[in-house]
């Protein structure tokens, strides 16, 4: 139920980093196939985010350090077009055009993603599974 609320959080959350940034478009013909599109994606940064992301961290917990955390800015804005990489290979009408287009992003899924999380009932909780 955990994994479910996160991604419909992470859902939410990309529907307004789709809005805020210009980089980073969904474009589904119709509002249902929006809809879709959102929960697949949010489904996919899901993913990269439980199993890619911390083998990232613990690869480059130097760079970490070496940058006082602002590398995880980078590997953060790497693993959102990562997950656009993956989109892109089911044929999901989502993209980001380039680099800086996905660090904006980023930064926007990681702070509304966040307030999501505070503001809705164990949303910032973590499972025990």
Known sequence: MQFLLRVLIYAVALWVTSLVVSGIH????????????????????????????PIVQMLGCALYILTLGLFALVANALLFLLTEWFAELLHLPFRIDGFWAAFWGAI?????????????????KKSDA
């Open 26 to 53: 969904i474009t589904a013909v119709t509002k249902l196939r929006d809809l879709g599109t959102l929960l697949l994606v949010a489904l996919i940064f899901s993913l990269v985010n439980g199993f890619i992301k």
């Open 108 to 124: 926007v899924m990681s702070i509304v993603s966040w307030v999501l999380s505070l503001v809705l009932p164990g949303g910032g």
